[in-house]
Structures are given as C-alpha cells and as structure tokens.
C-alpha cells in the first residue's frame, strides 16, 4: 500500500522526470518549428503579409538570430512563466489555454466516463464468454468502432441524429439563448451546476451527449480489449480455480478474484486513453464546432502559429504525463504486492 | 519451422474474424499492387475526368459506388487511392520496426548508459500528442506525400523501441544466449540468431494491428487537410472535400469512410488473429470453437481418462 513515506520522494522523482519529458518536448517543438521550417519568419506572419511584417515579426521573435540565441529567448520567456500573446487575436495565450482548455477536460472526462463503463463492461462479459457467439458479437462491434474513423463517426452522428432525427444538436457547447454564466472552475456543465443555474445545465448537458458518446464509442475498444484479454489471463489461473475449491461463491470468485485482477492491468490503459483523449479530440471538435483545445490547436496548426502550439503541445505533453503518473499510483492502490513506481510500465 | 506455420495457418483459418482479416488484407493488397503496376488501367473509369452530366449519382450499376460532385467515378477514385492510402501506412510501420528492432536491441544488449540515452527519448516522443505532432510536423514541412511519411514516423517507432527492448530483455537472460557469449559468438551473430528470431514474432503481431492504426492517422490528415497535396487522391481528404454536399448526399462521406474502416479493420482483425494464435494459453480453446473451456476441459478428461 501507499504510504506518505513513501509517496513523498517517489513523487519528487516523478516530478523531476515529468520536468526532464517537458524541456525534452519543448526542445524537440522548438527545433521543428525554428529549425526544420526553411523560412519561419514568413511561416509565422502569415501567408499575404508584407515584407514590414515579416521583418516586424521576425524581430519580436529573434528569428534573425542565430538558433541559440533564439532558444535562450524562448527558455528564457518560458521558464518565467511567460508564454507570450498569440499573433493572431493579440490575447494572452496562458488566458487562452484557460478558457479552450476545461472544455476539452469537460469533453473528455464525461467521455472517460461512458469509455470505462462500456469498455470494462463489455470487456468483462466478452471475456466471460469467450468463443461463445456474444463474445464473437462484442469483438465484431469493438473492433468495428475502433476501426472506424473520427470523421465516419462524427458526420454520421450528426446526420442521423442531429439532421434525419432531430434529437440532439449538432455543434456548440450550450444554447445560444441562454446567456454567458460567470466562469468559476471553466467547465460549463460544473459551472452551471454550482450556481445552481438549471436551464444552463440542462442545455451544456444535452450539448455534450453526442459529441461524448460519439467519442466514448470510437475509443472504448481499446480498453474493451486489453479488459477481455486480462479476463482470459485470469479466469483459467490456479488462484482462481483455488478460490473455487474452497467453497467461495461463484459471485464472489468473479468479484474479487477474476474482475479486480484484470482491473489491474486495464487501469493503465484507461490511463494511457485519458492522456491520448486530450488530444485525440481534435477532429470531433472541428466536427461538432466545440471550443476546445483541439480546435484552439487545429487552428494554430493550419496558419502554422507557432506561439500558439508550442504552449498547446506543452500542455498535451503536460496531460500525458499526469495520467501516466495516476496509473501508477493506481496501480499500487489496486495491487498490494507492487511498491510504487515498479509497476505499470507507463513510467515516465 | 513449416509444423509452426503450418499450426499458425491452422489456428487462423480456424477463426472466423481472423479469417475474415486475412481475406480483406490480402483483397486490398492484390488490389493495391494491380492499380500500381497496370498504372490505373484496371479503372472502369478515369478518376480525373470530371463529368458534369453525371454528377451527384446514386449508386447503380454504371457506378458502383455512384459519382461524386463534379460526376467523377466514386469507385475509380477510390481505388487511385488505395497506393497512398495502403503504402503510406505500410511503409511507416516497416520503417518504424526497424527503427525499433535496430535501437531497442541496441538498449536491451549494451545497457547502461546508451539504454539510458534510448529509453529517455523514446520517453519523451512516447509522450508527445501523436496526433498533434504528426499535424504540426506535416504543416511545417509542407503539403507532400514524402513530408506525410516522415511526419508519420517521427511519431510512429517509440512504441517499437520499448517492444524490442522488453523481448530482448527476456531472451538476453535465456540460457541459450549466456552459452553463445560463452563460445566468443560476435553481437551480431547473436543478435541474427538468437534475439532477431524470438523478438520477431510480437513485432509481427504489434505491426499488423499498427499498419491499420497508422492509416487512420494518414486519412485523418487528409480530412483535415494537413499534409496531403489539395486534390491529390486520398481517402480522408476525399471525404472532406464533400463538404456541405454530405447533407445530401451522405454516401459520398459514408463509402469511403467505410473503406478506410474495412481497411483498418481487416489489419486489426489479422494482427489480433495471429495474436491469439501465438498465444500458447488460448490455443486449446480456439482450436475447439464453440465450446466453453468447461466442456473443453471436459472432453480433455474423457479423453484422457481418471488420473
């Protein structure tokens, strides 16, 4: 189990490795985006803009500069706290991330949600009834979704059940008749519901239904997955067929010993999904015209806005980190016998 | 050698999901190769021509899979694209595997500090948004299908790495390997003998589900219109360019979308086929289908009678 003594120093080493991947990411996106770029001064201006411009905006950002020099400006400014204003609005781009952000987190947690409950769900009972005809019937739809592309999902959802059958709507995160509400955590839905505001609530949640199960169903495979294969791990082995013999109830053999035991090994893929998720959402924002961050980021990404996506991918690389970190601990939670940090695989 | 493939060929024809795999990769590669050497002559029409008369046609028998908005042959256009959209995807994973055999058996024999030096950037690309990545290297480096590729692998071989280095790990500490050290093999003779053929075959498993993987990365630059030149045949992108038209004309989104997940989906049903084959646990209970290990387990006692 854990203990704060032990917990303390694993967490400073984490920490400090967590320090190393970031520096490590922001020297890597540096490099493609100061380096690689034959001509970054007019990447970064923009395709129509004048010469001034581009000298204007090549002197904010030392682009004439040797490349040295130009990253002593940018781990300078970023390791003050300074992420600079994106060129294209002029707002401050740590506002932007404030206000892009928990959108996303709003998505992808109510997301998280329905993949877990479907994929650990489906996972068991596949598992369960290995070569049975539904275990064949739940490998078919799993596979299938997780095959399936962000944009066959997205479009078709939206024509069914946005265009042919009227149920949901297709883009947005509320209705446009109910007016902006203070902003205290950014997540909407939350927001909504601390200030007791029913009518924003309702509309954030029937907003969000689609995109998430769109997403929840093109994702769950994977944990569906690795949730059938732990099954079959365990089901057959010695502890199991221990339990048995002594007497315990079939109910209490699959409780305890089958599901938390392939629980184990699922956790740190639902971990890898949730870090995967933040920025896997790219497409379904663009389809359901949700402001996220893969929005936020697209759009830097199409006008080659550095100042903006180095930041973006910082924060991605940021989420990554964090849920690998939270499988681990997990992972000892669930597994006594493993000490933090050994376990798990995903250390970073 | 031919008793394992022979087995292997066994267990796969012997389930129906990686049977079904198995024929949908071998059609899409058969048609692949027949587009690229009869250079487009196997079409039934010429996917660049556009037809003005026949445009936004349903489905029907003079075009299988109906016309698109500027009457070009929905099925032609398809299968142009089937090189880029199959050869992009297999040249990434070949590529990435040997970036991963060649770094993680370098990390996995050598240890110390150069293991160190592997894991740490394979670490760090590990952690890095794949997709995002894979967009921003495109945008950079400008529309080609030469930059998509490379994009594509800066973020495809880490995983490959860790793969490699694990399994090498588990065969450098056979017994097999400590002997051949013992009588003076050279590193690469034990490495072609001994760790290439044992890491082989999960490399195999991990690449074919991976190929499928990587085309739907490769297609979702395409319909976000990153990377692949405007225009240039490829499923993704030829799903974005509908645009507005799929209110109308919703096959025109929905049977290439589909190709793209038949595609990915008949490498993945492979790659797990062969999986479960390999997988020594299992074996009895796909060798017998439709029966649960209990009545598995049964029979195995009939047949061998009370111990």
């Known amino acids: ?85 994106d060129p294209q609005t002029g707002r401050s781009i740590l506002s932007e991330l404030a206000f892009y952000f928990p959108n996303t987190l709003e998505l992808v947690i109510t997301c998280m949600i329905l993949i877990v409950a479907l994929g650990v769900g489906l996972g068991y009972i596949s598992g369960m009834r290995f070569g049975s005809n539904t275990d064949k019937a739940i490998r078919i739809f799993y596979l299938s979704c997780w095959s399936s592309p962000y944009y066959l999902g997205g479009l078709l959802a939206v024509l069914v059940f946005s265009s042919y059958i009227p149920l949901f709507p297709s883009s947005g995160m509320t209705s446009q008749t109910i007016g902006p509400i203070t902003s205290i ?72 010993h089958i599901l938390r035991n392939a629980l184990i090994d699922t956790n740190t893929m639902i971990a890898v999904t949730f870090g995967f998720l933040l920025s896997g959402t790219i497409v379904i924002e663009e389809i359901f015209a949700w402001p996220g961050m893969g929005y936020f980021t697209y759009k830097a990404i199409v006008s080659v806005n550095y100042p903006v996506l180095i930041p973006c991918v910082l924060v991605f690389t940021l989420g990554v980190v964090v849920a690998n970190f939270a499988a681990d601990v997990f992972y000892s939670l669930l597994d006594p016998r493993i000490a933090l940090g050994e376990g798990g695989g995903s250390e970073s | 050698m031919s008793a394992g493939v022979t087995s292997v060929r066994r267990l796969i024809t012997s389930n129906a999901l990686s049977m079904f795999g198995l024929v949908t990769v071998s059609f899409f590669l058969i048609l692949t190769v027949g587009q690229v050497v009869s250079s487009g002559r196997i079409l039934p029409y010429n996917p660049y021509q556009p037809n003005f008369l026949q445009s936004n046609a349903s489905p029907s028998i003079a075009h299988l899979f109906g016309t698109d908005l500027l009457g070009r042959d929905m099925l032609s256009w398809i299968i142009t694209a089937l090189p880029t959209d199959i050869g992009i995807p297999l040249f990434t994973v070949v590529v990435s595997a040997t970036i991963g055999i060649v770094l993680g058996t370098l990390a996995a024999f050598f240890r110390g500090w150069l293991d160190e030096f592997i894991m740490r950037l394979t670490d760090m690309f590990m952690a890095f948004p794949q997709m995002i990545m894979s967009l921003a290297i495109a945008a950079t480096l400008g529309p080609s299908l030469v930059n998509v590729t490379i994009s594509l692998i800066v973020v495809w071989w880490p995983p490959y790495v860790r793969l490699v280095r694990g399994a090498v790990l588990e065969v450098a500490a056979e017994d097999f390997v400590s002997i051949s050290k013992a009588l003076n093999s050279s590193f690469f003779y034990i490495v072609r003998k001994d760790a290439i053929p044992n890491v082989l075959p999960s490399v195999l498993v991990y690449a074919t589900t991976d190929v499928g993987t990587a085309l739907l990365t490769l297609s979702t630059l395409g319909f976000l219109n990153v990377g692949i030149p405007p225009a240039s045949p490829e499923l993704g992108m030829m799903v974005s360019n509908v645009g507005y038209n799929f209110y109308l004309y919703p096959y025109q989104i929905v049977i290439p979308a589909v190709f793209v997940m038949v595609i990915v989906a008949g490498f993945s049903f492979l790659g797990e086929g062969i999986r479960e084959s390999l997988d020594v646990r299992l074996r009895p209970h796909i060798l017998i289908r439709n029966k649960t290990v209990e009545e598995y387990e049964a029979a195995e006692r009939h047949k061998s009678g009370p111990i």
Do not use: C
């Open chain 1, 1 to 85: 189990m854990v203990s704060l003594r032990d917990f303390l120093p694993y967490l400073g080493r984490r920490i400090i490795g967590a320090f190393v991947v970031l520096i490590g990411v922001a020297l890597i996106i540096f490099f493609i985006s100061h380096i690689l770029s034959p001509d970054p001064a007019h990447l970064w201006a923009g395709a129509r803009a004048s010469k001034s411009t581009i000298a204007q905006v090549a002197a904010l950002y030392h682009l004439n500069q040797p490349w040295y020099v130009q990253l002593y400006y940018f781990l300078k400014s970023y390791a003050t706290g300074n992420f600079g204003t």
């Open chain 1, 185 to 256: 955590t950014g997540i909407y839905v939350l927001d909504a519901l601390l200030q007791l505001n029913g009518q924003a609530f309702l509309s954030g949640l029937y907003h969000l239904i689609l995109p998430a199960t769109v997403l929840a169903l093109l994702e769950f495979g994977i944990i569906a997955r690795i949730m059938r294969s732990s099954i079959l791990d365990t089901r057959w082995s010695t502890h199991v067929k221990a339990a048995r013999a002594k007497g315990l109830e079939e109910g209490e053999v699959r409780r305890n």
